[in-house]
């Protein structure tokens, strides 16, 4: 699968432009919620522009047993999460929108809370058949860029950044 680099500046730059997005939209979320572990620096950089605290989910796709499994489930979730939660606007985010099985599974979750909206932030979105689907009550999702359906290999993955950063010049 042909394989796309991007640099933290990119990534910086896509998570600027997401919050410009969500700013002109009117949407005025009360808190960001991150996905772990890929949603965790694009959370971070969003909230320098949006100025919201930051909660964290994590999800993984293994068992107890550390075995793959089809389907995601919590291995993190939010304490009280009612008391965060209920009635407030959420901006739910992540690195890449890919099969949306996980973006589906999370937005699921946080709907049980009784948020007063719910919106969802992606660097990326990889133009694809998904495989999960926004529950209705979803909107609106801001997508940094879209992309075919290439491998994204991110900064944060990097055991060496400065050949990282030159994969990512070459493309
Ligand atoms: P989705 O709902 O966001 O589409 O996620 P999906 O369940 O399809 O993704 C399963 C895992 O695969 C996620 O990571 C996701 O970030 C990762 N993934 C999908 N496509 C790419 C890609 O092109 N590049 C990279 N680097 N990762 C990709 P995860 O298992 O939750 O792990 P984590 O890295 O977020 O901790
Ligand atoms: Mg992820």
């Not at 949603?39 to 919201?52: E, V």
């Not at 550390?66 to 979730?77: A, C, E, I, N, S």
């Not at 948020?115 to 609106?140: I, M, N, Q, T, Y």
Request: proline share 5%; charged share 30%.
């Amino acid at each position: 699968m042909e394989k796309r680099h991007f640099t933290y500046q990119e990534i910086h730059r896509l998570a600027r432009d997401i919050a410009f997005k969500v700013q002109a939209s009117g949407f005025e979320p009360d808190v960001i919620v991150a996905i772990g572990s890929g949603g965790f620096i694009p959370a971070r950089i969003l909230r320098t522009y949006l100025g919201k605290p930051i909660l964290a989910v994590g999800i993984a796709f293994y068992d107890l047993n550390d075995r793959p499994t089809d389907y995601p489930r919590k291995v993190q979730w939010i304490e009280e999460a009612e008391q965060h939660l209920a009635g407030r606007r959420i901006l739910l985010v992540d690195e890449v929108d890919d099969s949306r099985i996980t973006l589906e599974y999370c937005t699921r979750e946080l709907l049980k809370h009784k948020p007063s909206a719910l919106a969802v932030a992606v660097l990326h979105d990889k133009r694809k058949e998904k495989r999960g689907a926004f529950p209705a009550e979803v909107g609106p999702v801001f997508v940094g860029q879209e992309l075919d359906d290439v491998w994204i290999v991110y900064p944060w993955d990097a055991k060496d950044i400065d050949e990282h950063d030159r994969l990512a010049e070459g493309k």
